[in-house]
């Protein structure tokens, strides 16, 4: 009998070690007892041998490793024996061993690994980092796993977010990013990393604004959301009063509907004249009822732009939203909200600019009673100019700002790099001054941690375009 241990008890490397020694002296599981063990008390056995230095390779299938790597990350104190016997059955002939769905170790085994995969799952979707002050930027998350799964997911996280500095915190391990390396180290308490940041307010207010009552389930909620992980969670705070509230906004809803259809079918098609000279009014009239493309049919209403028309300064997003197609205003949802932050970070005046899309229908997908938004396509936009071009044309703006890579598309041409060129000014064909930044949709889609610096990206572009101070530098673009 002999008796082993791993460490640390996660560690793929670790137990592999261990278990090529027990293997090269021919150890079978029952006369191997792994620390961690329920009998470990009893230490019976004596301790196993380091594996020779020049060991025969162990050749088993890929699928063992990566269920092995699962398994080892769960709490089950009999895992290690577990992977073993496993491991002893495969290289002694039942090389198929784990296709036998119904065999009891390897029920057993996929019952740990789906559990830790789970567990990874809702560390990847639950973790929420918060800013700390530090000298320069940096994030700390606390995080409770069930598991043992740290070091399993760090790697995604130095992915996810491999341009910031942070560091993840949970009882028995932490983990730290510095942009170019992983570094573990012990375990903290929750009061270790802080409780909210500057930036959750502007997160609760997008999430009451995309809650949707009519979909409220709480047992699926529960299921997804457990409430453990809400303490994390800056929305969480919000979900009791919301959820109270779902009845009630769903009827006010209902009755709403009821009294006022959402939509208005244009007249039957009569060739809007896109070449018309007419001012803004006439051309916002003809577009109302253009179908120069799909997009028309399901949405609501044409959302033409706003603004004064002898405006100095036009911006331009991608499409009207869900909100803007109800309104028919443009920038009036939830992206509108964190545009006109923006503008009076960035010194703006958004009643003296002109705002407007590249394309002036609301592209969505229907689910349920969910309208979500679709990026239009290149063909979309194709056919919308024609109605960006009036705008341009009459309102001749001197500086034009594209909202993210559509509209950037859309008046540069559609080889235009929005990652490589955004925040640079360009010359237009007529003279006219244009730089592409992102769209305050994109900043509202960033997960929790990243959401500050894309918002900070934003103000800043709109902050060289507010006080000029970005000489224009003059390439060849296509001209209005
Ligand atoms: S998206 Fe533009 S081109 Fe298409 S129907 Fe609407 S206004 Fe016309």
Known sequence: ????????????????????????????????????????????????????????????????????????????????????????????????????????????????????????????????????????????????????ILDRVAPFFAKRFAGMRWAILTPYRSVRWDGAVLTFGPGGVRADAPADDAREDLWRTYYANIFNPARLNPTMMRQEMPQKYWKGLPEAALLPSLMREAGSRVRDMAEREAQAPRRKIPARHTAPSPVDTGGLVAARAQAADCRRCPLWEPATQTVWGEGPEDARLMFIGEQPGDAEDLTGRPFVGPAGALLDRAFADAGIDRAAAYLTNAVKHFRFEQRGKVRLHKRPDSGHVRACHTWLQRELATVRPDTVVCLGATAASAVFGTGFKHTQERGRWHTLGNGVRAMATVHPAWVLRQPAAARESAYRVLVADLAAVSSGVNEPTRVNVRSQ
């Open 1 to 148: 009998m002999y008796r082993t241990q791993v460490e640390p008890g996660w560690s793929l490397d670790a137990w592999r070690g261990r278990a090529r020694a027990a293997l090269a002296i021919g150890v079978a599981p029952e006369d191997l007892q792994w620390d961690g063990d329920a009998q470990q008390g009893l230490a019976l056995g004596a301790p196993l041998p380091d594996a020779p230095e020049a060991g025969a390779q162990l050749l088993v299938p890929a699928r063992f490793m990566d269920l092995a790597s699962a398994v080892l990350c769960h709490r089950d104190t009999g895992r290690h024996g577990l992977l073993y016997r496993l491991l002893w059955r495969i290289v002694k002939g039942e090389r198929r061993l784990l296709d036998r769905a119904t065999d009891p170790d390897v029920v057993a085994a996929s019952t740990l690994a789906a559990a830790v995969r789970r567990d990874s799952h809702k560390m990847k979707a639950f973790v929420r980092f918060r800013q700390i002050e530090e000298g320069e930027e940096a994030y700390v998350a606390w995080f409770e796993p069930d598991h043992w």
